[in-house]
């Protein structure tokens, strides 16, 4: 039992480039969450699905876009990275409460 | 809109001593509350929360909280601080409906040997 699963684990980009983090779950959760940490700040929403098909925006959702296929996997798409972006990244799936967090990926852009 | 406040950024305690770290809240309806730590580069790891009954939540590694209705308050306590108890904590409280999460801005606890 993998419970959710965040690849990669740490990245570079340049600005301007696109990449996808990827976020995988085993627990079959219907609700799946991304957050950004930045120092200072907490974890912050960017988006959230609360089942396949179905997404919607959090607090911070500029840059990002999501798409929710299947129970299994929320990828979050960076379609032209900013330095901004520059923080961990953390997936997160919930049920009946309890919340369950990936380990992060760590994201430089420079 | 559900929002947390963590007011103190840095919280130092000796070894032995009993710990707080603080934690406010505002939600409307009732408050599903939680606290999290989270170790070096490390994600975060659930402590204990706080959905309904008992205002004393007990929860892992000896951790507690209690909540206040009045005060709007979930304080994560320990009686005796040890120094792998040094972490981030974050509250993080949500309403009773299906909504995100919301996290506090984290409380640095260092306990000195």
């Known amino acids: 039992n993998a419970g959710v699963t965040q690849t990669p684990k740490f990245q570079v980009l340049k600005t301007g480039q696109s990449m996808t983090l990827q976020c995988a779950q085993d627990?079959?959760?219907?609700?799946m969450s991304w957050y950004r940490q930045d120092p200072g700040m907490g974890l912050r929403l960017i988006h959230y699905?609360?089942?396949?098909?179905?997404?919607d925006q959090g607090e911070v959702p500029n840059g990002y876009n999501v798409s929710r296929s299947t129970t299994e996997d929320f990828p979050l798409r960076l379609l032209s990275a900013a330095p901004s972006q520059t923080s961990v990244y953390f997936c997160?799936?919930?049920?009946?409460?309890?919340?369950?967090f990936g380990s992060g990926t760590r994201l430089t852009v420079v | 809109a559900q929002s947390v406040a963590q007011p103190e950024d840095q919280v130092n305690v000796a070894e032995g001593n009993p710990l707080t770290v603080k934690c406010t809240y505002s939600?409307?309806?009732?408050?599903?509350l939680f606290w999290y730590v989270q170790y070096p580069n490390r994600g975060l790891q659930f402590l204990l929360k706080?959905?309904?009954?008992?205002?004393l939540v007990k929860g892992s590694y000896g951790f507690e909280a209690e909540f206040n209705k009045s005060q709007t308050s979930f304080h994560l306590k320990k009686p005796s601080a040890l120094v792998s108890d040094s972490a981030l904590y974050f509250c993080?409280?949500?309403?009773?409906?299906?909504?995100?999460?919301?996290f506090g801005k984290g409380t640095r606890l260092s306990v000195i040997a």
């Open positions: 627990m079959n959760h219907e609700y």
């Open positions: 993080a409280v949500r309403d009773s409906g299906n909504t995100p999460l919301v």
């Open positions: 706080y959905i309904t009954g008992d205002n």
């Open positions: 997160a799936t919930e049920r009946g409460g309890g919340y369950t």
């Open positions: 699905s609360v089942g396949a098909g179905i997404t």
């Open positions: 939600v409307s309806g009732n408050p599903y």
